[in-house]
T-cell receptor, first 112, second 113 residues
Framework: LAKTTQPISMDSYEGQEVNITCSHN???????ITWYQQFPSQGPRFIIQ???TKVTNEVASLFIPADRKSSTLSLPRVSLSDTAVYYCLVGAYFYGNNRLAFGKGNQVVVIP | DGGITQSPKYLFRKEGQNVTLSCEQN?????MYWYRQDPGQGLRLIYYSQIVNDFQKGDIAEGYSVSREKKESFPLTVTSAQKNPTAFYLCASSGTAFYYGYTFGSGTRLTVV
């Protein structure tokens, strides 16, 4: 399993853009990069997934450089409700081996 | 709507008792997983199952048991052998390709009293 490294926590003011980085130096060719969001006492929620370059959806953008050894989740104009833990995961499916390793994630606190 | 249902939401167990946490999905996903989360920590994998009647130990399987008799169901039993069972338990499922992502249930909070 590719290991990921994220900052433990970060604060941001409401209305700002938040960029959360993740390092995954030993990412494999078949691996995808996926980000999840978790609120207290809830299960993680899928945010976005990508393989290379840039992916954008209605919630966030994901930037992946050419070497794929890191990725950046960008949350535009955050609100107080974006306060959550954000997990970066790297992995791929092979028959009999579809398991994800969650680190401690990045606690993002949005300040009024 | 498709999703994963975990029950109960809160569970209290006396020391020495076994308890079973329910997880049901109607997403037609082949793979299902159980994770444990302690306060301020990430998720740790307990057991996972890729197919009916087959399951594999995760990183912290000691003191837990599972069954997968139906595709839709993956119950977790916390046995008396689990020395520190108080935690938040999450069930998840996924399709047969990683890029489908995981869908999580809303969790069960187990407390030993």
């Amino acid at each position: 399993l590719a290991k990921t490294t994220q900052p433990i926590s970060m604060d941001s003011y409401e209305g700002q853009e938040v960029n959360i980085t993740c390092s995954h130096n030993n990412i494999a060719t078949n691996d995808y990069i996926t980000w999840y969001q978790q609120f207290p006492s809830q299960g993680p929620r899928f945010i976005i997934q990508g393989y290379k370059t840039k992916v954008t959806n209605e919630v966030a953008s994901l930037f992946i450089p050419a070497d794929r050894k890191s990725s950046t989740l960008s949350l535009p104009r955050v609100s107080l409700s974006d306060t959550a833990v954000y997990y970066c995961l790297v992995g791929a499916y092979f028959y009999g081996n579809n398991r994800l390793a969650f680190g401690k994630g990045n606690q993002v606190v949005v300040i009024p | 709507d498709g999703g994963i249902t975990q029950s109960p939401k809160y569970l209290f167990r006396k020391e020495g008792q076994n308890v079973t946490l329910s997880c049901e999905q109607n997403l037609n996903h082949d793979a299902m997983y159980w994770y444990r989360q302690d306060p301020g920590q990430g998720l740790r994998l307990i057991y996972y199952s890729q197919i009916v009647n087959d399951f594999q130990k995760g990183d912290i399987a000691e003191g837990y048991s599972v069954s997968r008799e139906k595709k839709e169901s993956f119950p977790l039993t916390v046995t008396s052998a689990q020395k520190n069972p108080t935690a938040f338990y999450l069930c998840a499922s996924s399709g047969t390709a990683f890029y489908y992502g995981y869908t999580f249930g809303s969790g069960t909070r187990l407390t030993v009293v």
